[in-house]
């Protein structure tokens, strides 16, 4: 009997051990089940999320916006959330912290057949409405994959590369070469008017106005996106030392130009004094200025004592 007992008891302590390690594998199912039941997404402080579904029994459409900052939201099972930037962005060709090569430069034919090289910086935000971000995401940032940074970068050069070499060669045509590369304020008319023409091409390419200027904040104006560019240089360096070396030459030009002038002036002085005084007089009075000629002027009826020199008595020697 006490072996029966002792069998008893063994198969009572293996069942309650079978029955903890099976309630914990429930649980864990059950766990899992409820994180795919139950999803949460997270945005950055700088960024937006586009909610979409992607449930078995639903289809995948647009659902709402997440707020930037947000933690935890509860979204559906297999839903999807697409971030995007909403803080300040850029797009620089050429130089230091470029989005392409440090080298490279939008390359314009100037109105004189010259061939020069552009560096541009654009600034911009995303516009946040919830329609136009929509718009956005569905028709550019799908086929892009914007929604992610390598992807972003390939969206810049897809959409806004071709733009601005647009814009730029179609305004410099309009300019001299050596007006764009030398004259400050053509080449802010040649900006300005660059920056009118890429801001009318981008919608019309991207098929919206999806964004808006650096200040933009989401409550307040759009407004205009930033457009800067640098100096245009010729490709070809030996035309900026042909100018260099004409502007050289214009200024050597100048300055004895300028010494000329001078010497005539001089002589016109010497021609109306001469007239005046005679040939002799102006003589004296250039000896008198020069100083090779020393005067005293002896009041009337006064006493002047003028001091002779003492000669030097030399005493010779008695000759042997």
């Known amino acids: 009997m006490a ?15 079978v029955k903890v390690i099976g309630g914990l594998i429930v649980a864990v199912i059950v766990i899992i089940a409820l994180f795919n039941i139950f999803n949460f997404a997270d945005t950055d402080a700088n960024r937006i999320g586009l909610h979409y579904g992607g449930g078995v029994i639903e289809d995948k459409k647009f659902k709402s916006v ?6 935890n939201t509860l979204i559906g099972p297999g839903d999807t959330v697409y971030t995007y930037p909403i803080d300040q962005r850029s797009y620089i060709i050429g130089g230091d912290g470029a989005d392409t090569d440090a080298a490279d430069e ?5 109105k004189d057949n010259v061939r020069l090289g552009v560096r541009v910086q654009v600034y911009f935000t995303l516009n946040r409405d919830e329609a136009v971000l929509k718009s956005f995401h569905e028709r550019i940032g799908l086929k892009t994959d914007a929604y992610e940074d390598d992807g972003w970068d390939q969206m810049l050069q897809s959409y806004f590369r071709p733009q601005i070499d647009r814009a ?41 106005d999806y964004f808006c200027g650096p200040s933009y904040n989401g409550t307040n104006d759009c407004g205009e996106l930033s457009f800067t560019i640098q100096k245009p240089t010729p490709l070809d360096k030996g035309i900026i030392d042909g100018l260099e070396a004409k502007q050289r030459a214009e200024l050597a030009k100048a300055t004895q130009e300028q010494k000329n002038q001078q010497v005539n002036v001089e002589l016109q002085s010497v021609k109306a004094q001469v007239a005046m005084l005679g040939a002799q007089g102006y003589l004296l009075k250039t000896a008198i200025e020069s100083g090779k ?3 005293m002027v002896i009041p009337q009826n006064g ?3 003028i001091p002779v020199p003492t000669p030097t008595t030399t005493t010779q020697q008695p000759a042997n």
């Open 303 to 305: 006493n002047v004592s």
């Open 66 to 71: 997440i707020p930037p900052g947000s933690t």
């Open 168 to 208: 730029l060669a179609a305004v410099a045509a309009d300019y001299g070469w050596a007006e764009l590369y030398n004259n400050e304020s053509k080449k802010a008319a040649f900006q300005s008017a660059a920056a009118k023409e890429f801001t009318r091409l981008l919608p019309a390419a991207v098929g919206g």
């Open 106 to 110: 939008v390359t314009v034919v100037s």
């Open 3 to 17: 072996k029966l007992g002792s069998a008893t008891a063994v198969a009572k302590g293996g069942s309650t051990k």
């Open 293 to 295: 000629i020393q005067f």
